[in-house]
């Protein structure tokens, strides 16, 4: 017999475990659930060609998610692991719509805020153009048909008001 234990797939199968055992890697005798889900999915034999198949530095993660297939399987045996990824898309998509609904209101009381400050700053304005007041920000209608560019048909309009 061979130094070390026999792999968690050699005993489920009831086997000698080889030195060379293509499971012995990925599925220790420490863990016996993680081969019986594999196998009751898979089996053996192609578990043991898919793992041959793949390159020896990337066999732990294909090895990794052959087993988390095959627990999704376990679990829900209809929809699998494509049910995980669905319910995941949902939440990605419900967040969101969520992000999107919150950056639409801290948009909005963005302009709430902006619209209140327009309108603080207006009635100061209108304050300062009080009757008798005669201050630093004070202009005539023609100076500000001028700066402002209003049309002249509108530079009438406010001149009646």
């Known amino acids: 017999m061979s ?3 026999r792999c968690a797939a050699c005993r489920f199968l009831r086997r000698r475990c080889p030195e060379d055992c293509i499971f012995s890697p990925y599925f220790p005798s420490t863990d016996p659930q993680r081969f019986a889900c594999v196998h009751k999915i898979y089996g053996a034999s192609n578990v043991s060609k898919m793992l041959q198949q793949i390159p ?3 066999r732990a993660h294909a090895a990794d998610s052959i087993f988390f297939e095959a627990h999704a399987r376990i679990q829900d045996p209809i929809y699998g ?7 995941l898309q949902h939440e990605i998509y419900a967040n969101q719509r969520e992000l999107a609904s919150t950056q639409a209101a ?3 009381n963005n302009a709430q805020q902006a619209q209140a400050q327009g309108t603080q700053i207006q ?3 209108h304050a300062d153009e009080a009757p008798g007041f005669i201050g ?6 023609s100076s500000v048909d001028h700066h402002y560019h209003v049309p002249g048909f ?3 309009k406010i001149h009646n008001l």
């Open 136 to 141: 630093p920000f004070h202009m005539d209608q």
């Open 123 to 125: 009635q100061l304005q």
């Open 154 to 156: 509108l530079s009438e």
């Open 81 to 87: 692991c494509v049910g995980i990824i669905s319910r």
């Open 106 to 108: 801290i948009s909005f």
């Open 3 to 5: 130094n070390h234990s």
């Open 56 to 58: 020896v530095h990337l």
